[in-house]
């Protein structure tokens, strides 16, 4: 099984810029037994929704309202994934999950497999 820790959260004023770190460890982990790392979110009042997803082969996929502000990454030396998140927003205000899925296509929240503790990322503005 796969353990998911997250950091790299805080308070940064609109316009900012976080970048978050999802460390996976676990027995024999390796990126490739994952059809995709992803970075979802929810804030108080949201529904959890997707952020950026990245798979083995390096696709990635990203949520609308993060294009061309938001980059996920890997680092496979370190077992870690990243997001960058530049030109923060009010609205990015949420606390941010990594998850880990299994079989290619599930995206919905209730429905992955593997979720961090999640780190809080407040934009005031």
């Known amino acids: 099984e796969v353990q998911l820790v997250e950091s790299g959260g805080g308070s940064v004023q609109a316009g900012g810029s976080l970048r978050l770190s999802c460390t996976a460890s676990g027995s024999g982990f390796t990126f490739d037994d994952y059809s995709d790392i992803g970075w979802y979110r929810q804030a108080p009042e949201n529904e959890c929704e997707l952020v950026s997803t990245i798979s083995p082969d390096g696709s990635t996929y990203y949520q609308d309202s993060v294009k061309g502000r938001f980059t996920i990454s890997q680092d496979n030396a370190k077992n870690t994934v990243y997001l960058q998140m530049n030109s923060l927003k009010p609205e990015d205000t949420a606390v941010y999950y990594c998850?880990?899925?299994?079989?290619?296509?599930?995206?919905?929240?209730?429905?992955?497999?593997?979720w961090g503790q999640g780190t809080q990322v407040t934009v005031s503005s």
């Open positions: 998850t880990a899925e299994v079989v290619p296509g599930i995206i919905e929240c209730k429905d992955r497999d593997y």
